[in-house]
């Protein structure tokens, strides 16, 4: 892959060793390290939703400061471009991300920012240096790699810290899809957890912020500038672009417009639109996400990966009806999950696609029983209902697309996807499903990357799933696994450029291959 460039490895070894984990060739971020007196980089740097042609670049500082920005095509900086520059400030939490556009395809690029004190344009940080990969054009090997489920249920940054980005990293991948739940935002982090076998899992690092619920915007800013404490986390984001949508905990557990919270005690925030409003502020200002005019705040995109890969990225929860019982007859508003302008987008997208593999990117899995409340079995958070009949509720919504899917003719399709914090493969067939219009697809599922691990989920044969492969705790009374159980589980993606076709890895945090398959792309397409 890309990292055996002459360019890439000076980059990556100028940069420092990565702590606590042995990376062949990958390195840390350099952060500034000037006195208090001149501005910090706090949070490292990323790069995100990166094309053929363009990329988002981000970074945050610790002051209201202008901030150099400049990119070449090598390590070295050789005739750099220097863009002009920006100010950041407290009304985007000091954060800054720009897009990055009329790059050469295929092409290493690095970049790098300087900050100058706002108060004091002559007290300079040091630079603080990334590199992401633009997509080919033509066909060449592609690797990229997803999962979701970052500091859920308590498990915080250790000694050890989130390991599993180390891992990633090690497999130098083009990308990285952060499938959901990139914050627990209703799961606060404390000093220490008392584990099942009488030891303790201990936080090196709680701040403030991760004590607490989020309910005012600071809040939730603070669980997102948390995680990027992390040494794995910003050493991944300094060299592997992520793409990043949004689930439930970004916000709070399973929330649709039915959430109700005057009996919670926790929040003195009632209203769960004011709640997700604050969460998509924030989820907007801390990640390499586009843009989008037509709709600002938008999650749902697609983001092409040349010739051989599209990906499509979709938005479960914005758009949701109410969850209820999930046993509607008639398609409504109230029954849909991807709502009715998401799904026209899709359909549109899917059939104007001409790359090789369409994947989809989804925030929650197709066939498995997702309860609102697990304690009554009752509330559908999914697509599925649990009664394996007829499509009904949101099933129909899913059914719609699927048909759709079929008389268009668009094969080469996956599904990816985590949020039950645990690895999966499942194949959907007609053969097999109470609703029988649509092509054969497979789904697959991998989490967390830092979060508890649980037990396997309820299936709805309303598709025809058939689990392939599964590797989870045991259920019961032995569920929230910590991460250092080692069950924490990332997807790895392989396309080659030669033969097109596509290869699933599952893999877990100890980089032990658990399950793979080779698919054959349908050439007829």
């Excluded at 080469?412 to 499903?433: G, R």
Aim: some cysteine.
């Amino acid at each position: 892959m890309t990292l055996t460039q002459p360019t890439r490895r000076r980059f990556l070894s100028s940069m420092g060793a990565v702590g606590g984990f042995a990376l062949a060739g990958l390195a840390m971020p350099y952060y500034a390290r000037g006195s208090s007196s001149r501005p910090l980089f706090t949070s490292g740097v990323q790069s995100g939703d990166v094309d053929a042609s363009s990329g988002v670049i981000w970074t945050r500082v610790d002051r209201p400061s202008r901030l150099q920005v400049e990119y070449a095509t090598t390590d070295k900086f050789s005739n750099a471009i220097r863009l002009p520059s920006i100010d950041v400030t407290h009304e985007t939490d000091l954060t800054a991300k720009l897009l990055l556009q009329d790059l050469p395809e295929d092409q290493e690029i690095f970049y790098r920012f300087r900050a100058a004190d706002l108060q004091d344009v002559n007290s300079l940080s040091e630079p603080i240096l990334g590199q992401f990969r633009t997509a080919p054009v033509k066909t060449r090997d592609i690797r990229f790699v997803w999962s979701g489920d970052t500091v859920g249920q308590g498990w915080g940054i250790d000694d050890e810290g989130m390991r599993t980005y180390a891992t990633i990293a090690y497999h130098r991948p083009d990308f990285m899809i952060h499938s959901g739940d990139t914050i627990y935002a209703d799961n606060p982090v404390p000093d220490e957890i008392t584990l099942r076998n009488g030891g303790f899992w201990k936080n090196r690092l709680v701040t403030d912020a991760k004590r607490e619920i989020a309910q005012t915007l600071e809040q939730f800013r603070g669980q997102w500038t948390y995680n990027m404490l992390d040494d794995h986390v910003k050493a991944l984001n300094a060299v592997c672009p992520v793409f990043y949508q949004w689930d439930d905990h970004e916000v709070l557990n399973n929330w649709s417009p039915s959430t109700d919270l005057r009996d919670d005690d926790r929040y003195k925030e009632k209203s769960i639109a004011t709640l997700s409003a604050r969460a998509a502020q924030a989820f907007h200002e801390m990640t390499p996400t586009r843009h989008l005019a037509e709709e600002p705040g938008r999650v749902y995109r697609k983001v092409s990966y040349g010739p051989l890969l599209d990906v499509f990225f979709v938005d479960l929860r914005s758009y949701r009806g109410p969850n209820s019982h999930g046993l509607d007859t008639d398609l409504s508003p109230d029954s849909r999950l991807l709502g009715e302008k998401q799904v026209a987008w899709l359909k549109r997208a899917l059939v104007r696609s001409t790359a090789t593999w369409k994947v989809i990117a989804c925030d929650l899995p197709i066939g498995l029983v997702l309860w609102d409340d697990y304690g009554k079995r009752q509330g559908s958070e999914s697509f599925s209902n649990g009664d394996n009949g007829a499509p009904r509720g949101r099933e129909l919504e899913f059914a719609d697309l699927l048909r759709f899917i079929r008389d268009a003719g668009i094969s080469n399709m996956i599904w990816l996807t985590a949020d039950v914090h645990y690895a999966a493969a499942h194949h959907y067939s007609p053969e097999k499903a109470s609703f029988k219009e649509f092509l054969p697809f497979w789904e697959f599922v991998a989490g967390p990357l830092h979060s508890g691990t649980y037990g396997p989920q309820q299936l709805d044969m309303t598709f025809g799933p058939e689990v392939k492969f599964m590797k989870a705790a045991p259920g019961g009374g032995e569920q929230n696994l910590p991460p250092s159980d080692g069950m924490q589980f990332f997807g790895l993606v392989d396309i080659d450029g030669r033969t097109a076709q596509l290869t699933v890895r599952l893999m877990d945090r100890n980089d032990q291959e658990l399950w793979r398959v080779v698919l054959d792309p349908d050439i007829s397409s």
